[in-house]
């Protein structure tokens, strides 16, 4: 996506549900490396920095992988890896959340400096001091932070020097199983530090005062499986609300906590707004110009820095002047010349900024900055007279998530088209968008066919005798949007990296390539097609003598590395793996190799040259399988496709 695009100047009006919280699914995530059993997780929102967290779980050894329920399901059991490498986390600033709990459960981590927005140092020093206080060495080393607890962390008593988030949930995580009694004072209540404490003491953990600034957690030997569910996005909901006030319209946001924003709703109570607020809703109308209203950011429960640029957005239009403080952040008011850009009267006075409101805003081209500077920019859009392009939108993809689904839903112009468009070819009913989905040559391709066409999905050519590798599809409506659909024909084994990568926004692939390689990738879909098993073979003489006996050594031949050398792990067995692409079953006749990991449908091939199943190692099928990113910006269309085909095999599923 190159730009936001955005006709302004109609009132928005309509509901929207709000998503998972980011800030409280990063923590959460890496409270998984903890437990001693799998954890699943509810209201997962699909962003960048959540695919960053997953991709790095995965990359330390851990299974990860979204169900057909869209629920999120981590195992950081197999996990080896004590390491966040630059490569996986260098945009992301959550990257330091992951250092207590990996220095608490290994003994040692290293974790590149994190990165993320440009708005301040935001130094992790006290999350250091408080592990060195729990008895950790640590070093920088070409940017790299280097923890050693060879004697295991031990609980202490820790004083943050000023409030940090972050800090608060990095130690709260590393004491969860530290020895002994861990005090954090001058910690921080916002709500996703309270989640993440609820959290943990589902799965085991003794904490006590989380909300409080004074949390006490007491070490216990492991914490066990189970499920936890990520609060409401408060920024998102906030911001939701504020699109429908900066455009005069009435908006509610459902499915969120209007405990989590009293400061932000008492404001714009004062600046004129209507607000009523359910148990998990919040409506909000206006049909009058905003009083100008003065804040000043605070760790909660004061204002939230993360609102200040929207609010800011706000009070440009109101009447009178606003004065807004920024007391967390040094360097939170680059937002300040675009909007004046767009007409905004707003001086700036070191950490203050005075706006003084103006009649109305005007399009212009923007560039956007940080995340939240993004979202005032596209608040200010949707109120200006004319069109207003944001440009640099690598921070807002994250912002508008949601944004078709919600803003160009809700104001309609006379002539029917969406008050906004966001993206360059994507969120305009007028506009076509591009749906690349990667398909497996040879075999799966002959029983993919038939299930798109079905669908009314097909390529509009015969992809079995061409020697294109990307050959295009339908042009068709998918919920209200105008898609073409364009495949990738390439190696099965390939599928999920094309995916991955996002060079591809779907895929079909074998369940075997997902265990082997473990993509981050959402898995909505069972397609019920290329059934066989994975399978471990070898001569007859050899398999009726038995399975190897533990602390013995093996020669396998393989394609599978990784499952193989899993499998022979937990049995104790020291497995040679020779790899190989294809003619598995020659290996041990040429005395290559003792055993073979492939997969099986019929077993006429092991038989014909002398080979028996010994084991079965999964069973596997087809999966539909998407890439988050765009699942999160191109969410209607996606959904549509996994409707298609879940409805076709639910039809298939009652005739048979």
Known sequence: MDKILIRGGIPLTGSIQASGAKNAALPLLAAAILADGPVTYRRVPHLRDISTMMTLLAYQGAHVHFDDRALLHVDTRPATKSEAPYELVKTMRASALVLGPMLARFGHARVSMPGGCAIGARPIDMHLRGLEAMGATIEVEQGDVVAEAKQGLKGAHIVFDQVTVTGTENLMMAAVIAEGETILDNAAREPEVVNLAESLRALGADIQGDGSNRIVIRGVSSIHAGEVTVIPDRIETATYLAAGIITGGDVTVTDTEPGHLEAFLA?????????????????????????????????????????????????????????????????????????????????????????????????????????????????????????????????????????????????????????????????????????????????????????????????????????????????????????????????????????????????????????????????????????????????????????????????????????????????????????????????????????????????????????????????????????????????????????????NLDAQGKQA
Not at 324 to 331: L, Q
Not at 354 to 371: F, I, Q
Not at 422 to 447: F, H, N, P, W
Request: net charge positive.
């Open 267 to 647: 404001r714009i109570r004062d600046a004129g707004v209507d607000v009523e607020c359910g148990e998990n809703h919040i409506r909000c109308r206006t049909s009058r110009r905003l009083r100008g209203v003065d804040i000043h950011t605070m760790p909660h429960p004061g204002f939230p820095t993360d609102l200040q640029a929207q609010f800011m957005a706000l009070m440009t239009i109101a009447e009178g002047t606003s004065v807004i403080r920024e007391t967390i952040f040094e360097n939170r008011f680059m937002h300040v010349q675009e909007l004046a850009r767009m007409g905004a009267n707003i001086r700036l006075d070191g950490n203050t900024a005075v706006v003084s409101g103006v009649d109305h805003l005007s399009a212009a081209p923007v560039m956007a900055t940080d995340l939240r500077a993004s979202a005032s920019l596209v608040l200010a859009g949707l109120a200006a007279r004319g069109e207003t392009e944001i440009s640099r939108v690598y921070h807002s993809t994250v912002a508008m998530n949601a944004s078709r689904k919600s803003y160009s839903g809700w104001g309609r112009g006379s002539n029917g088209s969406a008050a906004a468009k966001v993206g360059s070819e994507e969120y305009s009913s007028m506009t076509e968008q591009t749906l690349t989905m990667a398909l497996s040559k040879g075999r799966i391709l002959d029983q993919t066919l038939p299930l798109l066409a079905a669908a009314g999905l097909a390529p509009t050519e015969d992809v079995r005798r061409t020697r294109k590798l990307m050959v295009e599809g339908p042009a068709l409506s998918l919920s209200g949007t105008a898609c073409r659909i364009r495949y990738l024909i390439i190696r099965a084994a390939d599928v999920c990296t094309y995916v991955e990568q996002g060079a591809a926004d779907l895929g079909i692939a074998g369940r075997d390539s997902l265990l082997e390689y473990r993509p981050h990738v959402y898995e909505p879909l069972d397609l019920k097609i290329g059934r066989c098993r994975l399978c471990v073979a070898g001569p007859k003489a050899l398999v009726e003598a038995g399975p190897p006996p533990a602390g013995s050594r093996i020669t396998v031949a393989t394609k599978y590395d990784r499952l193989a050398a899993e499998y022979y792990q937990r049995r104790g067995v020291q497995a040679d793996i020779i790899h190989l692409y294809g003619s598995m079953e020659l290996a041990p006749l040429v005395g290559m190799a003792e055993r073979i990991v492939d997969l099986v449908e019929t077993g006429g091939t092991l038989r014909a040259n002398g080979l028996v199943e010994e084991a079965t190692l999964y069973e596997i099928s087809s999966r539909l399988i998407v890439n988050p990113a765009s699942f999160a910006i191109k969410r209607a269309p996606i959904q549509a496709i996994i409707d298609r085909l879940r409805q």
